[in-house]
């Protein structure tokens, strides 16, 4: 009974989690042994055990139980036993008695793949590596620590979750069909969890560190040694040793202290790991020109027509990027068909987006950094598979200069996005026929085309011009300018007297050009470079040229009382017509016109769309016809800033005609 397989699983089983977990079972034990008599009673053994973190089952305890109970007294148990069984993981009791005992390290057992007492079958083990692989692909491409995913769902921090969550979770990594999640759950999980910390460390191996490979040396300058083998050992040694000596005789370095810091009991002896840290200690000037040597050569100042193209050229820079150069023709190839690809799901999920680029682009500049750019194609479910995929992409519309490339530290920092969609568009008229003649001699432009695109068609040109903010602007018409600055500080409630006394304290009617430009912006007045400037000159301070005349302008902005805002523009007869007769015709029927408009106005914006307000007009029966109603369409038509919209200003509307809201 005792030697069962039963027995021999679970003992495999604590072992192993005492181990993980450095549990030490006998000081939960010790918590009930009052008198150290290594024995507790059965209750007290079964809530030592899960004191401890175990979490065995009710089976299972039986089992221990059973074995441990004392046969004189069966209400005991003789927890000094199965501790000292346990605690093999770790030791071999009464070492201090023989020094010399050779013990056989217990950290080479396998632990156990599977925690269900049923083995799998060898078509089930194909399957779980198939689903290893799977797992091992997504985790890598997509920079994902296993374990971190259940860590929030294991309140306990047991290695393990719920069946239920822990199928929601792989579901979000990758893909798997029902038969390969059942044989997952068969090979982790035992009746009720499943534990995820166990498939972590089969999955990735190497997450202590180890297969990783260290990064190449940087300076050029410096003379790396590679490591000794063979016949030539010892000579490499000893000029490897010369060398250090000779920095140690010069730099007077006591290089003893440095090991000793990390030898308190003075053996004579240190890790590997503490080695490297004390040479780096020891000789920090020669690992500071290592690093430096990235950015600069030393000793320019003595050598100033030095070549530095090679810390543009130079491979190993930061641990292994190199300087991606012009896509060959077969990966020109490649490009077109991941983005035909990318494409055809565009045209068939009927997506637009170009707005999602442009979120992620503040300055409008057209470009984006490649991590935003990477980012966007996973929202929209368009990142290809394979990483190299997506670097050919990268490396395609990666921003460049329009004349030559830029070889910057990064080699792709920033993708132009407008490039990336204009491709797009040129492949809009292949995806039914891709394999016709005409799409292998198609080339598309990258970053570099699409900006000489834009000079030479004065597009960007135009944007500078737009933008400029210079005394060479043009001028407007000041009337016209002063017409519209009243329309918007009626419509937006705007005292604007209060913006501008701010930039004079002492009241003299005189402000700076700057404060007077600071005001307006600060206002909210939506104004352009034209209207600044034609403000600036009509308003300049007589006596102080370098000023403005606050005063007079805010007198030249002065509203005539009664006015409202359709009437301070010019009206021809035909719409004084129109609104006289319906005036006479709202009079004579006693029509209340504001709350057929409000029907259609929920937000309380006093504009509506034109065809609501011809229906309005329709509601009410007045006699118009089409052409004297897309007259007054067009005459209240409501403005957003400075431009016209399809909307109509109803509340406008009301007081041209109704007297008693004029």
């Not at 534990?195 to 997450?207: E, K, N, Q, T």
């Not at 007054?632 to 109704?658: E, M, P, W």
Request: net charge positive; proline share 3%.
């Amino acid at each position: 009974m005792h030697s069962s397989p039963e027995f021999r699983s679970l003992k495999a089983k604590i072992r192993m989690l005492c181990k993980q977990r450095r549990i030490r079972l006998e000081e939960f034990m010790k918590t009930f042994d009052i008198h150290r008599v290594k024995k507790i009673k059965t209750e007290q053994f079964k809530r030592a055990l899960d004191v401890s973190g175990l979490h065995l089952s009710a089976t299972e305890i039986s089992l221990l139980l059973a074995k441990y109970r004392i046969a004189d007294d069966p209400c005991f148990v003789d927890y000094r036993r199965f501790c000292d069984l346990m605690d093999k993981v770790f030791t071999v009791k009464g070492l201090e008695a023989k020094p010399k005992f050779q013990s056989i390290p217990h950290g080479d057992f396998e632990p156990l793949k599977t925690f269900a007492f049923e083995p799998l079958t060898p078509t089930e083990e194909a399957t779980l590596a198939v689903v290893k692989q799977k797992l091992l692909a997504a985790v890598m491409n997509k920079g994902i620590v296993l374990k971190d995913v259940f860590h929030d769902f294991d309140r306990s921090n047991a290695g393990k979750v719920t069946r239920p969550q822990f199928v929601r979770d792989i579901s979000d990594i990758v893909v798997l069909s029902s038969d390969e999640m059942d044989v997952l759950l068969k090979a982790y999980g035992d009746k009720l969890d499943v534990h995820y910390r166990a498939l972590h460390f089969d999955i990735c191996p190497g997450a202590s560190g180890a297969g990783t490979k260290a990064a190449q040396p940087r300076s050029p300058e410096r003379r790396h040694l590679a490591a000794p083998s063979g016949i030539h050992h010892s000579d490499v040694v000893q000029e490897l040793e010369a060398e250090l000596s000779d920095l140690v005789l010069r730099d007077r370095i006591r290089t003893k202290n440095f090991f000793t810091d990390f030898d308190p009991l003075r053996t004579g002896k240190c890790t590997e790991a503490q080695f490297r840290r004390c040479v780096k200690l020891c000789f920090p000037i020669t690992f500071v020109d290592d690093v430096e040597s990235v950015f600069t050569v030393k000793g320019l100042e003595k050598n100033p027509h030095h070549d530095l193209k090679t810390l543009e050229t130079r491979e190993g820079q930061f641990g292994g990027v190199v300087i991606d150069k012009d896509l060959t023709p077969a990966e020109e190839e490649e490009v077109k068909h991941i983005m035909l690809t990318m494409k055809r799901a565009i045209d068939r999920q009927r997506m637009e987006i170009k707005p999602t680029f442009e979120d992620f682009d503040r300055s409008k500049q057209g470009f984006i950094s490649a991590t935003k750019f990477e980012r966007v194609l996973s929202m929209l479910t368009l990142l290809p598979a394979k990483a190299s995929d997506l670097r050919l992409l990268l490396i395609k519309f990666r921003e460049q200069a329009a004349i030559g490339t830029t070889a910057t530290l990064s080699s792709i920092c920033d993708v132009n996005y407008r490039a990336f969609l204009q491709a797009l568009q040129i492949l809009g008229a292949y995806t039914k026929n891709a394999s016709s003649e005409s799409i292998r001699s198609l080339v598309l432009p990258g970053s570099v085309a699409f900006r000489q695109e834009q000079y030479q068609s004065g597009i960007m040109n135009d944007f500078y011009k737009r933008k400029a903010r210079d005394n060479h602007s043009g001028a407007a018409d000041l009337s016209q300018l002063l017409a519209e600055l009243r329309r918007q500080l009626s419509t937006k409630r705007i005292r604007l007297k209060e913006f501008i006394v701010e930039g004079d304290k002492l009241r003299s009617g005189e402000i700076t050009v700057a404060k007077f430009h600071t005001a307006l912006n600060r206002s909210g007045c939506v104004l352009d470079a034209d209207d600044i400037q034609t403000l600036s000159t009509h308003f300049r301070s007589a006596r102080n040229p370098d000023k403005i005349d606050w005063r007079s302008f805010l007198g030249a902005l002065d509203f005539s009382h009664g006015m409202n805002t359709w009437q301070q523009g010019d009206v021809d007869d035909s719409i004084k017509r129109i609104l006289e007769k319906l005036r006479n015709e709202v009079n004579h029927r006693r029509l209340h016109m504001k709350p057929y408009f409000q029907d259609y106005d929920h937000n309380n914006v006093t504009h509506i769309t034109k065809f609501q307000f011809a229906a309005v007009l329709d509601m009410m029966q007045v006699s118009l016809k089409p052409a004297e109603v897309q007259a007054l369409t067009h005459c209240f038509a409501h403005r957003d800033g400075r431009k016209l919209t399809n909307d109509v200003n109803y509340l406008s509307f009301i007081q041209a005609v109704d007297s008693d809201y004029s």
